[in-house]
């Protein structure tokens, strides 16, 4: 008799625990929301490199969900991610579903590394190559298209 309620009790156990694996992902699909307007300059010129909607990660929640779970973006939007102070960042694409350009900036705006093509879903550290106090996500490839160099900077409201 004890063993069968045992049994009983670890089927359980077990089917609640991959009711909560299974219950973590959103299952519908997260939409943007504008938050703000940043604008990529260049460092020689100042001239616009690239105008987009963003969406703020200031909160301990938002920096640590980010881009999580999304199945797309456009094109003209992206992720600021805002931290209190300028120390070396990495991050990776956990249950991150598009892939990314991660742009690390210091403390005064400027580009001072990228992080090109981050893979969908791979944890695999991906740091700065300098301190950052601020990190855009942008689709995968744009960094390439606008041809962002470290010292370009961004503008944001």
Known sequence: MFRIVFFCLLI????????????????????????????LLKKDTDSLIASLNIEFAKSDYETQTGLMYR????????????????QPRSFYMKNT?????????????????????????DESSLPSEQPAMYVLEVNAGLSEVWKIS????IVFN
């Open 12 to 39: 359980v156990c077990f089917s609640c625990k991959e009711e909560q694996k299974q219950s973590s992902a959103p299952q519908q699909d997260i939409g943007f929301t504008k938050e703000g307007e940043l604008q």
């Open 71 to 86: 199945k797309s973006m456009n094109p003209n939007e992206g992720m600021l991610f805002i931290f209190k102070d300028e």
């Open 97 to 121: 579903l598009i892939p990314l350009d991660i742009i690390y900036l210091n403390k005064d705006k400027a580009v001072v590394s990228i992080q090109k093509n981050a893979k969908p879903l």
């Open 150 to 153: 470290n010292g370009d900077y």
